[in-house]
């Protein structure tokens, strides 16, 4: 005659019946089959774990280490935009202060030599006015009223035939 165990809580099972929707049963059966497991054993250790002390804490520090990365991705893609915004600024700045748009093709290729110099100086004009923290979103935070007399100060010097056609 063989001696029985009695029964503990842990050894007891229960009948329970969920509706859950297809694609997280499609799921579990994969996991099943792939772990070679019983579909009620990979179920229970699922809840065990998702229902265990720790288990909060543990969700919670995966989702605060994810809001973190969001956070720096955020304040990066800001940082970008002020930059950009900078560079849209700096350029309306000196289209602004040049000649009148090139008509014939002659114009067209002394605009074009004009370009190719100013490029490097506008880069460096971005980059010096923004680690200066001059930036249009400061002149911004501190209501600064503009005037045209502003960008014309800020403005690259005006080439020597540009003097006619400013008004």
């Known amino acids: 005659m063989t001696k029985r165990r ?8 229960v009948r329970l019946n969920i509706t859950i ?18 579909l009620g054993d990979v179920i229970t250790k699922s809840l065990t774990a998702f ?14 280490n994810r809001l973190t990365a969001l956070q720096s991705q955020i ?11 900078e560079l849209v600024a700096v350029l309306t700045q000196l289209s ?14 002394q ?16 980059v010096d006015r923004t680690n200066a923290g001059n930036t249009m979103f400061e002149a911004l935070r501190e209501r600064l009223e503009l005037t045209p007399a502003a960008f014309k100060a800020d ?13």
């Open 111 to 126: 605009w074009d030599g004009k370009v190719a110099r100013r490029w490097p100086l506008v880069l460096n004009r971005i």
């Open 21 to 38: 929707p297809q694609h997280i049963d499609s799921a579990v059966r994969e996991y099943a089959l792939s772990r070679r497991m019983d």
């Open 96 to 109: 602004l202060a040049v000649d009148p748009e090139p008509r014939t093709p002659q114009e067209i290729a």
């Open 51 to 64: 229902l265990s002390p720790g288990a909060q804490d543990q969700r919670d520090a995966i989702i605060a």
């Open 75 to 85: 304040e990066q893609g800001r940082a970008e935009i002020e930059l950009l915004t």
């Open 6 to 13: 009695p029964h503990t809580t842990s050894d007891r099972k």
């Open 155 to 167: 403005a690259a010097p005006a080439p020597s035939g540009a003097k006619d056609h400013e008004q």
